[in-house]
């Protein structure tokens, strides 16, 4: 198992592989909306419905790490306590603004958007880390990735479109998701990162699900046969995908894996064009598309001698 995650071409199809599940799940959740017919407006459903899809997958994940490392599960009364914030920042809040927000742009605006996330994590590395400083070619990155996001909302009539608690709320997910990834590496030191992501998974999911069962509306959610495999299908996604992406992590360098996130918002765009009525791609969305995935892939490249001592950090780290 160890050598699949260390062979050249094998560690870039399981990379390519996760972003494209990645990807997968903006139209997945868009045409979930439709089936299970919950209002765009409906701020519990969506709730409730990222609770029910969190807490599988956070159970996933720890039924994985309990096959393959038992002992790694447990955690101490201030692990836990970290586990808990980390739940509700990354869970709970992040999602809540997530599938709001969703639910009011096009599948494809929201996969471009969400990549804000990567730029904002650079920005704050740069405050953070004294190595992690901003240099030319971050420089570069964040501007080709920020104008990217931007000409994602303009319309044909070349007008900014812009909602607050639509494409506000998915570009408040990415600054959450950046203060959430300086937060995981700062406090979860020491913690196995399937234990991680399996607690905070459970732990905002059910908190999600504590704020919203009581308050859901009758046939708020109409869950149908195809609507349910909808939501096992997000939950397998997210499980598989963290899975192996820290796999990959554990046996490479962090920045040559996290070059393939560019795909996201590429894969997000392109799906959503397949499988969601009425989203076409259009000039301004191929153009977004492009200049995000130039923006991740300058902030993230790496000189060799750069990627060695940020590898020999990363294998410190997990030892």
């Not at 407006?41 to 419905?49: E, Q």
């Not at 994940?61 to 990354?90: E, H």
């Not at 009539?157 to 937060?183: C, K, R, Y």
């Amino acid at each position: 198992m160890k050598g699949l995650f260390e062979n050249k071409w094998s560690v870039i199809g399981i990379a390519v592989f996760c972003s494209i599940l990645w990807g997968s799940a903006f139209p997945v959740l868009k045409v979930s909306y439709q089936e299970l017919q919950m209002a765009p407006d409906d701020i519990i459903a969506k709730i409730v419905f990222a609770g029910l899809r969190f807490l599988l997958a956070g159970i996933i994940v720890l039924a994985l790490l309990l096959i393959i490392s038992p002992k790694r599960i447990l955690v101490t009364r201030r692990q836990f306590l970290v586990l808990v914030i980390l739940g509700v920042i990354q869970t709970t809040i992040l999602y809540f603004f997530f599938y709001n927000g969703l639910a009011k742009v096009s599948g494809m605006q929201g996969a471009i958007l969400s990549s804000s996330g990567t730029f904002f994590t650079v920005i704050l590395a740069h405050y953070f880390y004294k190595n992690d400083r901003l240099n030319w070619k971050k420089t570069v990155g964040l501007v080709a990735g920020f104008a990217g996001i931007a000409v994602a909302n303009w319309g044909e009539g070349l007008h900014l479109n812009f909602q607050w608690d639509g494409e506000g709320f998915m570009i408040m997910t990415g600054i959450i998701n950046a203060v959430a990834t300086i937060m995981a590496k700062e406090l979860a030191t020491g913690i196995h990162p399937f234990a991680v992501t399996g607690w905070q998974l459970s732990i905002g999911a059910s908190i999600m699900l504590l704020i919203g069962v009581p308050q859901i509306s009758d046939n708020a959610i109409v869950f149908t046969p195809f609507g349910f495999g909808l939501l096992i299908y997000s939950a397998i996604l997210s499980a598989a995908a963290f899975g192996l992406w820290y796999s990959l992590l554990k046996y490479n360098h962090a920045g040559e894996i996290s070059m393939y996130k560019f795909i996201v918002p590429i894969a997000g765009t392109i799906l959503s064009s397949i499988f969601i009525p009425g989203e076409n791609l259009n000039v301004f969305i191929i153009a977004a598309v492009a200049m995000v995935a130039i923006g991740i892939l300058a902030v993230n490249y790496k000189g060799r001698k750069i990627a060695s001592d940020k590898n020999k950090q990363v294998k410190i780290e997990q030892s």
